[in-house]
């Protein structure tokens, strides 16, 4: 792709400190078109992550994003909320001003069918929150893979320890079963797992630079990850905290930052006891006997020109 080319994005998010870093990473660059914001419950209730949303856009100079609220449940389970790690509302507890926006009257699965329909092959979609917006645009229309060019997800944990359960990723397990539908779906799809975004983390030194970038996008956002961080200090040991959505925003705009990845088909567990909403990678030698689309689960990243884009980005 030339510098030049526009991407077209649709995002589907719960923001959200990590998704509010991700919004500012994509629209930073003015080479995206940020066609489209779905909201869906996850780090707070959906009516929270839509109202984030609006300051966000508005925050981050995008204030025209369509933004659309989507599911404030999971297809099958009960919500479970992430308050303890983002704030009672989902910034940190940072206020931001009331949003001069509202959302539009589609939901978030409908907004992302209408693009997908009005922009054959030329939409990318980065999803960084529970799956149920995606799943219900399935069902909506079946032949969404075919329609969408790419799809990045934050998501799941490989072959790594889970950050909810012994196996189990938020933003999987807060709804396995659209999780699932996701990945049969047979989506040109990376995975940005917990994989990759618990060994990519924002460092105390980084964390410093920002604070010292003057103007409202980067102290706002230094306020939001003080908090972040606060919370990523009793998992690390230290002031640092993973950037799991900016990771996935940057692996679908910049993937020449992917240096190692594997291709593999990821199942859902569905029914375990102790691994419902695990991700479940077959690692057999191709061809196995599951025929599903295989996901490209990111593995390695250039992270020193990660994070100097992530900076800029907030500048
Ligand atoms: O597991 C990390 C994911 O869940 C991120 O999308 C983050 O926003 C969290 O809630
Ligand atoms: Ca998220």
Known sequence: MTDRETMRVFIDCDPGIDDAVAL???????EVEIVGVGTVFGNNTVAVTT??????LELYGRPNVPVAMGAERPLV????????????????????????????AESSAELLVRLARENPGGLDVLAVGPLTNLAIALGLEPRLPELVRRL???????????????????????????????????????????DITMRTVATSEW????????????QRTSAFLDFYA????????????????????????????????????????????????????????????DQRRAARVVTSVSEDEFLKLMLDSLR
């Open 77 to 104: 389970q009960a919500p479970r909320l992430a308050e303890h790690v983002h704030g009672g509302n989902g910034l940190g507890d940072v206020a931001l001003p009331e949003p001069v926006g509202s959302p539009v």
């Open 24 to 30: 500012a990473y994509l629209a930073a660059r003015p």
């Open 51 to 56: 109202d984030n949303a609006l300051r966000l």
């Open 152 to 194: 990045v997800v934050m998501g799941g944990a490989v072959e790594v320890p889970g950050n909810v359960g012994s196996h189990t990723e938020a933003n999987i397990v807060n709804d396995p079963e659209a999780a699932e539908a996701v990945f049969a779906a047979g989506f040109d799809l990376d995975l940005v797992a917990l």
């Open 230 to 289: 606060d919370f990523y200090k009793g998992i690390f040991g230290s002031r640092q905290c993973a950037m799991h959505d900016p990771l996935a925003a940057a692996v679908l705009i910049d993937p020449y930052l992917v240096t190692e990845s594997f291709e593999v088909p990821i199942r859902v567990e569905l029914n375990g006891s102790l691994t419902r909403g695990m991700t479940v990678a077959d690692r057999r030698p191709r061809p196995s006997a």
């Open 207 to 218: 964390l410093d630079r920002l604070k010292g970038v003057p103007g409202e996008r980067a």
